[in-house]
């Protein structure tokens, strides 16, 4: 009757093995560590960086724990916080030799201290968040403001080349202010531009103004088409703090909308605050340049006489090109960039899409210079860096790019990426910045420890005291509980901040309500005459509706603050229903596998150790 299969046994063993394995990796803390990673977008973090950074060390005879090339950079393991500044300051020297140009950025950074083995099966220490590690919080604000005027600016290019191509005449095109005001000197002329715009720029609301021989039409944007420009230069912001961050190294960031024009950034763990707020608060577009091929003109410029109207740059192989200042395209043109292949030679390629007046004029500029090199360019602190300066074969229409020749296919991805989340959609500024110290964190990280810890002491007396042996039980089912519930938030990554610690403590309590309700369960049955190994069979199968309906309605309330909480209320829904469906397993399967090891063998029970049972009318 109270006997589980042996599979069963062995499904609580593994469980338990496995709860132990990814519990495992929070108790070995965190060293402290430098990382290096690129400064600029082009240049990449291989193994010769690795190797530069370890003959820095060996030469300085500083001893590191270890050096590892990982996705963000190399990264230098360290014992003490002391040589973490040391070997920041060697390697800051290394590899920016010129502090008015770095090409890397040196960032301090901490590490998971777990051995190898528990990392090689994917058992990773739960993620601190900002309140538990210390870090800094930013508060950036969106210059929408900026972003419409980028797009006004964009707007009247646009209308410039839409009244040429139709051989419309027209008195200037211009931005004053927050509209673009057209002029003509007679009516006919303004209604056919009139037609022709409202057919190419439906997101333009137009107004005929003025009379005489000062005749205006004035487009302003839509309101919807604001919405639009407002939502798109937040999430592409986001995306590209999302790129620079990881620079930092940090773990698990928080980058997150706040209102219409406000992004809330955390990095839990970031100790230097300096150099965080110089790669957020970076500004970089990408601009696309004709390559100046006058014969002798290159030769001029490396003798530093640079020809007027022109830029000497170093492609990514390190050959100097010469660049026309005249800019054809900007990046704002630019809607996707994706790596493949070049369908006629199987070379690694880049597809670019442009957006419709991005195709209409790289149509035109490769139709005029057929056989000539464009360049790629993306600027950055006012210092400009060749992407790929490809050669073009033929006129591209359509909208659909692709650059391609001397490059890898890691090359190819680099590239693409690059483009597609290289510059900032409008300008950012750092209205709030908050940084916790790791000694403030440590404190809370140690209260939410005892509080949990003399929370599952004083449950663990109650229970021992009040159901003795099944008592006993019911606390080595919570510990597992508490075993299972912290393995899953290590094995999802899962962000623990102090919410999240309540979370826990809450859990425990609640978990232990089943076990409560089977016990009670099993004393009604005795109560009422069953014998011993009945009661238990009738105890566990009667509360375990129970178990479900209450543990339901509560799950319930969880996915609710999961689906509409944001923050710390979402952080602790995550941990609360986690916590739901681990004491459904520790209570109804681990409590039961105890008990049916120790009573369900025995034919002949006399009495169960499950506490004073009260009898009616005694």
């Not at 290019?157 to 040429?164: E, I």
């Not at 990554?493 to 076990?515: C, E, K, Y």
């Amino acid at each position: 009757m109270n006997r589980y299969p042996l599979w069963k046994y062995i499904v609580v063993v593994v469980a338990l093995l496995f709860g132990f394995t990814y519990t495992l990796p929070n108790f070995f803390g965190e060293s402290p560590a430098v990382q290096v990673s690129s400064a600029k977008a082009t240049l990449k973090i291989d193994t010769a960086t690795l190797d530069r950074a370890e003959n820095a060390l060996k030469t300085a005879g500083i001893a590191a724990s270890g050096v590892f090339l990982d996705a963000n950079g190399v990264k230098v393991r360290l014992e003490d916080t002391d040589t973490q500044l040391k070997v920041k300051d060697l390697l800051e020297k290394q590899f920016n030799p010129d502090p008015a140009d770095p090409q890397y950025v040196v960032a301090l950074n901490l590490l998971s201290s777990s051995p190898r083995w528990l990392a090689s099966l994917g058992a990773l220490p739960m993620y601190l968040g900002l309140d538990l590690r210390g870090g800094v919080h930013f508060l950036l604000q969106v210059d929408m403001k900026g972003a419409m005027t980028k797009r006004l600016d964009t707007t009247a290019a646009d209308l410039r080349g839409l009244l040429r191509d139709k051989n419309i005449r027209h008195g200037g095109v211009n931005r004053e202010g927050e509209r673009v005001v057209v002029r003509f000197r007679d009516e006919e002329t303004r209604a056919k531009a009139r037609a022709a715009v409202e057919n190419a720029q439906p997101d333009l609301a137009l107004a005929d103004q003025g009379e005489g021989g000062d005749l205006r039409l004035v487009a302003t944007l839509k309101p919807a088409a604001l919405g639009k420009i407002q939502e798109f230069a937040i999430k592409q912001n986001m995306g590209t703090l999302h790129n620079r961050i990881n620079e930092l190294g940090v773990a698990e960031p928080v980058i997150a909308q706040q209102g219409a024009d406000r992004i809330v950034v955390q990095l839990p763990g970031v100790q230097d605050t300096a150099k965080a707020k110089d790669i957020l608060g970076r500004t970089a577009t990408l601009e696309i340049r004709m390559v100046d091929e006058t014969p002798g003109a290159l030769e001029a410029a490396l003798a530093g006489q640079t020809p007027f109207g022109a830029e000497l740059y170093v492609e990514r192989g390190g050959q100097p090109l010469l660049v026309r200042k005249q800019v054809v395209l900007t990046g704002d043109r630019l809607t996707d960039a994706q790596p493949g292949f070049d369908n006629q030679t199987q070379e690694p390629a880049v597809h670019l899409t442009l957006d419709s007046t991005g195709a209409r004029i790289f149509r035109d500029i490769t139709r005029e210079n057929v056989g000539k090199r464009m360049a790629i360019l993306l600027i950055e602190k006012g210092k400009g860096e060749v992407v790929t300066a490809p050669v073009i074969r033929t006129e591209i229409g359509g909208g659909r790019v692709q650059i391609s020749g001397r490059m890898s296919t890691v090359e190819a991805n680099d590239v693409a990426l690059l483009l597609r989340a290289g510059s900032l959609a409008a300008p950012m500024e750092i209205i709030e910045e908050r940084t916790i110290g790791p000694s403030l964190g440590a404190e809370s990280i140690n209260k939410g420890f005892h509080s949990t810890l003399w929370g599952f002491a004083g449950i663990a007396a109650f229970m021992t005291v009040y159901y003795v042996l099944f008592g006993f039980i019911s606390v080595v089912a919570l510990a597992s509980n508490l075993l299972f519930l912290v393995a899953l938030l290590s094995l999802l990554q899962a962000t623990l901040t102090l919410p999240g610690i309540a979370a826990i403590a809450l859990a425990l309590g609640m978990a232990i309500d089943s076990n409560v309700l089977i016990n009670e369960r099993i004393r009604e049955e005795l109560r009422n005459g069953s014998a011993p190994q009945a009661a238990i069979h009738a105890g566990y199968e009667h509360a375990f509706d129970t178990i479900v309906d209450s543990n339901v309605t509560t799950l319930i309330v969880g996915l609710m603050l999961l689906v509409f909480g944001s923050g710390p209320v979402r952080g602790f829904a995550v941990v609360h229903c986690l916590g739901i469906l681990t004491s459904l397993f520790s209570a109804v399967v681990v409590s039961r596998a105890l008990v049916n090891l120790l009573y369900g063998r025995r034919r002949k029970l006399e009495s169960l150790a499950i506490g004073q049972i009260w009898r009616p009318g005694t």
